[in-house]
């Protein structure tokens, strides 16, 4: 491990991917501000950039550096304007918007800023002792339990996508694995479900689905219905100190919540979202009676408790990815997608074959904390500015650079029209409620199950490597019940619910 | 019937014509070696199509029952919304798509931000035309040379 470290430790150190990781914060944190763009739009729009770098790891830490930078920009507009930009935040408004009420904006953003910091770095710890173990046991499995284990995956996202929406969430992974069968795919060499269209030989891009997903569907919300910026966002931050009490009180939240947070992170389906929200709950339930009066009012343990757990499940989020090869959230899929573009495939191999993209990236993450501690903190007055500018400006850039990262890709004007046309019927799927996640994940993952499921089937003759192999069929097992159980437990739940009302 | 619902049997009926191609057609072109494998092309499609089928018809059906979720925007009142500006900026970005090659980056770039401007109700041209121009050369410039890739600044008529 020392010796990955020091690999790591001297790619991550050199001038240009200092520099990712510096602009890649800045950047995310900039972006991550404005309300209504996700973590997932910003990295989106930043992938063909990413891309055109080449270099792997400087591509992997300037993603990762524009994610943890959004996350944290989210909880910056959270605080200060009661309007996250981020899903992953909005628990952090619970306590950060009151305290900012009271004329404490500057202590409660430095609170914010020392949580996701060491929410952050315990999470790369964790990621440091947990990953290298995980791969190692993952280098024993063979095409058999990776079909099973991203069946695992993927039903996992469908089952956390709530109470009513498991078929929907379903229906759009399994649409993803559909649009990821179109073109000429690597195992048959033949193109399948291309309408005799020459466009569709090469299959769909996997930028313009992303943006057309995530960013134009989110630019076009702005348009229909433009958010109230409400509250005094012009620049009252000062005294940005905490006091040795503040710091002894949330000292134990943050160190309960790095490692909850991390774990959570861990599972697929469920993010940084589920993490802040959990996390708040579970630290209001522990506190004594008059701490949780304070939350909801402007507790500081209520406000450190998210921001910990949300930075550390984005962390958390890194191990299914870099140690399987299989995202479990949504902006590590796009982060999936832009390695393979990049000729790495995640997975147990790539410590063996690339350990310096590995540990380039995990010593990122430290960097990457200390940058926004560092960094962003003092210049949060500055950078708060940046929502002061007027929509009509900036919507126009925002779906300016949405058009710019799918002609780059592919310089082809016909991807801008299919944009569009995504674009279009993502925000149609998104008015009905369907969830957008799951289907950018299953294109993503879509050849690679294909590939492993084929590469069993070959090897057994048949699908006899189901009940063959006792894991595949023991993940197959826990497959079937993550997607069966919501909505049996909310079909009992209704039977006793209905019992009660009938009752007379 | 509400909006998912319908949506889901637009989803339906993509993937009944998914499966009847999958299942029907796409084995013919098969060479005959190949159908000694026991994995065929088709046979991953098969099974998505079987899954596909079956989870549109448990929306289409209501089979899942969940509480109804407030959206975020109520799509039975588009009207109230400015759904004038989003479909015309929609158009203006086909517009951009069409415009691109033949006008040339620099020129598309700039009226696709002027005039987005103008549709979101910006009247001030003082601002809004140089931070146009700045912007798209400022992008030109990035993409152009450190990226690297080639745009066509101009329009092909002027040998750009």
């Not at chain 1, 294909?450 to 006792?470: C, K, T, V």
């Not at chain 2, 998912?4 to 998914?18: E, H, N, Q, T």
């Not at chain 2, 109804?68 to 919304?81: F, N, Q, T, V």
Request: hydrophobic share 55%.
């Amino acid at each position: 491990m020392l010796e990955g470290l020091l690999i790591g430790l001297q790619t991550a150190l050199s001038v240009q991917n200092l520099l990712m990781v510096v602009g890649g914060c800045l950047i995310g944190t900039f972006i991550g501000m404005l309300p209504g763009l996700g973590p997932m739009s910003i990295i989106a729009i930043m992938i063909p950039v990413a891309i055109s770098i080449g270099d792997p790891s400087a591509a992997l830490i300037l993603l990762a550096g524009v994610y943890y930078g959004a996350i944290f920009g989210g909880s910056t507009s959270s605080i200060l304007l009661n309007a996250p930009g981020v899903a992953g935040t909005v628990a952090s408004s619970f306590d950060g918007y009151p305290m900012a009420r009271q004329g404490k904006a500057g202590k409660a953003l430095t609170i914010a800023a020392i949580a996701s910091f060491a929410g952050g770095t315990i999470g790369a710890i964790l990621l440091m002792v947990f990953a290298p173990a995980l791969s190692s046991v993952a280098l024993l499995f063979h095409s058999a339990e990776y079909f099973a284990l991203m069946v695992v995956g993927l039903s996992a996202i469908a089952a956390f996508a709530g109470t009513g929406q498991v078929a929907k969430a379903l229906l759009m992974t399994v649409l993803g694995l559909i649009m990821a069968t179109v073109g000429e795919g690597a195992l048959f060499n033949l193109p399948r479900f291309t309408m005799g269209i020459m466009d569709l030989q090469t299959g769909f891009g996997f930028i313009t689905l992303a943006m057309a997903m995530f960013a134009l569907p989110e630019a076009l919300f702005l348009v229909l219905k433009p958010r109230k910026i409400e509250g005094e966002g012009d620049g009252e931050i000062k005294d940005l100190r905490i006091t040795r009490a503040e710091a002894k009180a949330i000292a134990p939240v943050i160190g309960r919540q790095s490692l909850q947070g991390f774990f959570i992170g861990v599972l697929p389906g469920a993010g940084a979202t589920i993490a802040s929200f959990l996390g708040y709950a579970v630290e209001r339930n522990i506190a004594t009676k008059a701490e949780q009066e304070e939350f909801g009012k402007g507790s500081i343990k209520g406000l450190a408790a998210p921001e910990t757990a949300n930075n550390a499940a984005c962390t958390g989020s890194f191990v299914p990815l870099l140690t399987l090869g299989i995202p479990g959230s949504g902006t590590t899929a796009i982060l999936l997608g832009a390695l393979i573009a990049l000729n790495v495939t995640p997975g147990p191999r790539l410590m063996l074959d690339d350990p310096q993209i590995f540990w380039a990236v995990i010593m990122s993450m430290f960097i990457g904390n200390l940058v926004l501690l560092v960094l962003n903190l003092p210049l949060i007055p500055y950078i708060a500015k940046v929502l002061s500018i007027p929509r009509n400006y900036l919507i126009p850039f925002i779906l300016f650079f949405t058009l710019m990262g799918a002609y780059i890709g592919q310089n082809n004007a016909t991807e801008l029209l299919l944009l569009v046309g995504f674009g279009i019927c993502a925000t149609a799927l998104k008015f009905a409620d369907y969830p957008l996640a799951p289907l950018l994940i299953g294109f993503i993952l879509g050849g690679m199950l294909e590939d492993n499921f084929a590469r069993s089937m070959q090897l057994y003759d048949g699908i006899s490597f189901i009940w063959e192999r006792p894991m595949t069929l023991g993940l197959l097992v826990i497959a079937a019940i993550l997607i069966v159980l919501p909505s049996y437990r909310s079909r009992v739940a209704k039977r006793k619910a209905s019992g009660v009302a009938d009752g007379d | 019937m509400a909006l998912d619902r319908w949506i889901a049997l637009i989803l339906l009926g993509i993937c009944l014509a998914y499966g009847y191609a999958a299942w029907f057609t796409m084995d013919s072109s098969l060479a005959p070696f190949m159908r000694r494998n026991p994995i065929w092309p088709s046979t991953f499609p098969k099974v998505l199509s079987v899954l596909g089928i079956i989870t549109a018809l448990i929306i289409l059906l209501g089979l899942e029952k969940g509480e109804a979720k407030e959206g975020e925007i109520d799509y039975r009142r588009l009207g109230d919304y400015h759904i004038g500006q989003a479909l015309t900026l929609l158009a203006l970005m086909v517009a951009y798509a069409l415009c691109l090659r033949p006008l040339g980056f620099l020129f598309s770039t700039t009226a696709f931000l002027i005039v987005g401007s103008y549709i979101l109700g910006e009247r001030k041209w003082l601002m809004m035309v140089p931070i146009a121009l700045v912007a798209t050369l400022i992008v030109w410039y990035l993409v152009q040379q450190v990226l690297g890739i080639y745009m066509r600044p101009l329009p092909g008529f002027f040998g750009g």
